[in-house]
């Protein structure tokens, strides 16, 4: 964590509402994209996003500035989509997956990109919870071990093999849809 982001923290803490909405600029757009992995729906993963966000000014004071605030976040985010998942009872809206946008000038590669994003986002909105969060964390907000064992809390070795198991799923998932 640089010196800036822990400034921010303490003036947070001190009831500096500016000062969290920085931090909230910084950190939005990662975090409504980690819920969106995690819940497959735009909507239902900003609104996460912003009540996480809401948790986490609420309880500012208990956090720990030296630390840094994008894994403790991430677990709040991580809590609140859970338990959206089941009270949706695990049920997936796939049809919600926008399309991506390519500006490649070819077309053929645009569309093989486009189908190969397609199906990775599908793959892994079909992993297991626990499965699909490492990869989220992993993969799409280049956390560290180290901060996916925070935002977890569980151990290292049990991230390590998390990542592992859920890399498996994937590619076996990945493999199918070429058949």
């Not at 390519?102 to 077309?107: A, E, G, K, L, T």
């Not at 626990?130 to 907000?141: A, G, L, P, S, Y």
Request: glycine share 4%.
């Amino acid at each position: 964590m640089n010196e800036d982001e822990a400034a921010l923290l303490r003036r947070c803490q001190a009831g500096d509402k500016a000062a969290y909405g920085t931090l909230v600029k910084k950190y939005a757009g990662r975090a409504v994209g980690a819920a969106y992995l995690l819940l497959g729906n735009y909507e239902d993963a900003r609104e996460a996003s912003q009540d996480a966000f809401v948790r986490a000014w609420r309880n500012m004071g208990s956090f720990d500035t030296t630390r840094p605030f994008y894994p403790w976040y991430s677990a709040l985010l991580r809590n609140l989509c859970i338990d959206l998942l089941r009270r949706r009872k695990n049920v997936q809206n796939l049809e919600s997956i926008p399309e991506p946008d390519s500006s490649d000038d070819n077309p053929v590669l645009a569309a093989e990109r486009n189908e190969l994003c397609r199906d990775v986002r599908r793959a892994v909105l079909e992993l297991p919870v626990k499965h699909r969060e490492v990869i989220v964390m992993n993969h799409f907000q280049d956390m560290t071990y180290e901060q996916m064992a925070e935002s977890l809390d569980i151990p290292i070795g049990t991230v390590m093999s998390r990542l592992y198991y859920a890399r498996c799923a994937l590619r076996e998932k990945l493999a199918d849809k070429k058949q």
